[in-house]
């Protein structure tokens, strides 16, 4: 019995320094990222799997120490799993809608970056667009 | 009135409900299973008319093997990631890739661009107006043709053996 316990320790830790970690590069991400569009990598994807980490060895924890499945904690990671891609999905549709710049080494120019001509013209005459 | 043709419109969307019911209340005691019975069956029928027509599931066994793709390639992807933004000398080739969609149904589409952006090295970022061209923003990519062959291969056609064919 002593044995299960320890054993499970080690898991249920090994799972939240594994689920930390991600976490903390994931945020490094941020930071060392270029332009916004590289900076979505992180939060997208790596949280993810930091959480999905952390949830595990709470399931873990939970379940020993409560001696039956605790299965709440599921309900997250899949919450957290349909609403991350929708969320950087939306991030980024705004931030081509405002055309931020992105980092020069960027490859493919999709239409939604370029300068449209006839648009600008379009709106022109409401006011001087031109913004620093 | 609403007047419900069937009983359970969507059976799937019922299980779910009361799966989501159970683990919520963290308990397989009966009344739990009553009250999220009552809940799954009266849900769906009230709601029924706001939702659009979803694609059945075709081949279930392939939707299995498909999550378990996904999850191990969740973690690759991490670890790509990681090692992208750990790199010190920041050595990453972003691209905007335009990929050709064949898929065509709003559900299926949208599958496909939650799981590029789960994925190594991708995120979905916009998806044109006509539904024909989604636009992904890659982390760290070599040749643009091979990631867009690859993407086919691994997640758009088992999604539409699944759901479309």
Request: aromatic residues 8%.
């Amino acid at each position: 019995m002593i044995a299960l316990y320890t054993v499970m320790e080690g898991v249920i830790a090994f799972f939240l320094i594994a689920g930390s970690i991600f976490a903390l590069i994931g945020s490094l991400g941020l930071t060392r990222m270029k332009d916004f569009y590289m900076r979505l990598h992180g939060p997208s994807k790596i949280s993810t799997l930091g959480v999905g980490c952390i949830l595990l060895a709470s399931i873990a924890y939970f379940s020993l120490l409560d001696a039956g499945p605790s299965l709440q904690e599921l309900l997250i990671t899949i919450f957290l799993f349909i609403t991350a891609p929708v969320s950087a999905h939306m991030l980024s549709k705004s931030a081509l809608h405002q055309k931020l710049a992105r980092d020069p080494r960027t490859r493919g120019n999709p239409q939604e970056l370029q300068e449209d001509e006839e648009h600008s013209i379009e709106e022109a005459p409401q006011g001087d667009s031109k913004l620093p | 009135m609403i007047r419900p043709r069937k009983w359970l419109p969507m059976p799937l969307l019922s299980v779910l409900l009361l799966v989501v019911w159970l683990l919520l209340m963290n308990s397989v005691a009966l009344g739990h299973w009553l009250l999220g019975g009552v809940l799954a069956i009266v849900i769906p029928v009230i709601t029924e008319p706001f939702w659009e027509a979803q694609p059945r599931v075709k081949k279930p066994f392939l939707l299995v093997r498909y999550f378990f793709r996904v999850l191990l390639d969740i973690i690759i992807a991490n670890l790509e990631a990681s090692k992208v933004i750990l790199d010190p000398r920041g050595r990453a080739r972003p691209a905007f890739v335009e990929y050709p969609l064949e898929l065509q149904e709003n559900f299926t589409i949208t599958m496909l661009a939650s799981t590029i952006t789960l994925t190594p090295g991708t995120v979905s970022a916009h998806l044109r107006m006509d539904g024909k061209t989604l636009l992904i923003h890659a982390l760290d990519v070599g040749d643009i043709d091979d990631m867009i062959r690859h993407i086919h291969e691994r997640y758009e056609r088992p999604l539409k053996e699944i759901f479309e064919c």
